[in-house]
């Protein structure tokens, strides 16, 4: 049986909490949601701390994010959530923060699509990274788009991270998977660079994912990033190669 709308209520504040005990938020910043029925989406309002919250805070919105429900103003990123709805039938809660190592990341226009550690390709595959998009406009939503059905969670160039899932705690607990890799890619960076897992390996770990119960494909073309993308630029001797679609960061040898 689901739970009651108070329960949910409840799952968000605790949820909240969590976000912004662990940093990923400053201030107001930052949003959650559950998807009550097919009207229906319950969502954290604009103007509050996610680590301060009661339950009567929290707004109902319909699925185009206008507010239904609710004493407090709807968030202007209300869309970021209601397009993730509206393209993936399976998802039930999104949460959007600005966790500080992966959001540097997305400022510095580097996606975390390395296939450096068998439980990030396990469980997300490979996180693209949007391009920068004015928030609470089209303009933030649109690069999401394309990478919205295949992936569980998306960077926001020059923004933050969004991730989703069957349930609120699903998608709590990709968003600190990411920023958990994204400390562990840094460190990799600053040691001189990770080494990537070779496709052989990848592929192993992508077949077996349908047994995990991840659903969405997490992966692209050339995404992730496996040993023998970088053994083929140093093949060809070049300096520079950018990946043809999109998402993929630049790779640089000197
Ligand atoms: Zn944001």
Partial sequence: MGKTEREYRQDIVDIGRLV?????????????????DQDRILATPTGVSKGMMHVDDLIIVDMQGKKIEGRKECTSEIAMHTIIYSMRPDVRSVVHTHPPVSTGFAAASKPLNMALCPEIVL???????????????????DPMRP?????????????????????VYKAFFRME????????SLVAELLGGGKLLPRAEVDKLFSSRGRYGFKAAGAGPGCPVVAEDLEQVQDQDRFYVTFQHSGIRSLEFT
């Fill in 20 to 36: 912004y005990e662990k940093g990923w938020v400053a201030a107001n910043d930052g949003n959650i949601s559950i998807r009550l």
């Fill in 123 to 141: 469980s997300l595959g490979c996180v693209p990274l949007a391009e920068y998009g004015l928030p609470g406009t089209p303009a933030l939503t």
């Fill in 147 to 167: 990478y919205i059905p295949n992936y569980d969670a998306i960077m926001m160039g020059n923004h933050g991270v969004v991730c989703y899932g069957e349930d």
């Fill in 177 to 184: 998977t990411v920023e958990h890799f994204a400390r562990i």
